[in-house]
């Protein structure tokens, strides 16, 4: 039987994405995206790949997605690409730079409000939850990923502002570290270093930060749009 709401997951074969897809208490049919062509997340009505680097892709999954057959989105967007340091040898390697901001960043940005576009022209209420990061605030060695996440933040402020009589509410969600595919890819000094600048010293659990996001997406008031909401351990420096 279908549902009133449609959630949509960005990045859903990722950690964050695939503990909210197959959580148990979600009242909404789930549909999601990723780069991959097939998924094996069988709690997925919907499932649509797209490359965040091409804008002809993002366009045409944009116009797969059945937007008329629901009464309300929802839009969580987990996309991220995490690369080692910038300045990590004597070379600096600029593609990293450029491939990061394209997919975390302008990417996410092109989808979101596209798909937005084309909710708003059929006048069906919708409501985005952008996860973005603690480097947001503290930075990265990853350069390319820094600027991203900052630029969401802006993204999250921009969008909720200009579309404040409209049916859609935007929200912002920066998880500190937390157990992740992500986070196992990254060096373990990295790692200690990132835990010892949070006040609890220990990564997030995945359940915390997924169980905060359904929050944030089902439950929390409308007048939260615009927030930039840190889950992050006391983690700023």
């Known amino acids: ?19 909210l897809a197959n959580s148990d208490d979600i009242d909404a049919d789930i549909l999601g995206i990723d780069i991959y062509q097939t998924t094996k997340n069988k709690n997925l009505k919907y499932y649509l790949d797209c490359d965040f680097k091409d804008r002809d892709k993002i366009r045409e999954t944009i116009e797969k997605i059945p937007v008329e057959k629901y009464q309300q989105h929802l839009v969580v967007s987990c996309i991220g690409k995490f690369a080692e340091p910038t300045f990590n040898s004597t070379v600096f390697e600029e593609e990293k730079i450029y491939e990061s901001i394209q997919v975390n960043l302008i990417g996410t940005s092109h989808f979101i409000i596209g ?28 350069i390319g990923y820094g600027i991203a996440k900052a630029g969401l933040n802006g ?23 937390f157990e992740s595919t992500m986070a196992k890819g990254v060096s373990v000094e990295r790692q200690n270093q990132a835990v010892e600048s949070t006040h609890i010293k220990r990564k997030g659990r995945i ?9 944030v997406a089902f439950d929390a008031p409308d007048y939260l749009t615009g927030s930039i909401l840190n889950i992050n351990g006391g983690q700023y420096s």
């Open 1 to 19: 039987m279908q549902k009133n709401k449609l959630l949509i997951i960005l990045g859903v074969e990722g950690t964050l994405g695939s503990f």
């Open 207 to 215: 359940e915390e930060i997924v169980n905060f996001v359904k929050y």
């Open 115 to 142: 798909l937005l576009k084309k909710c708003l022209a059929k006048n069906i209420q919708n409501r985005v939850i952008i996860v973005g990061s603690a480097a947001a605030y503290v930075g990265s060695r990853d």
């Open 155 to 177: 993204l999250v402020l921009s969008l909720s502002k200009s579309l404040s009589s409209k049916k859609a509410v935007i929200i912002g969600v920066n998880p500190g570290i």
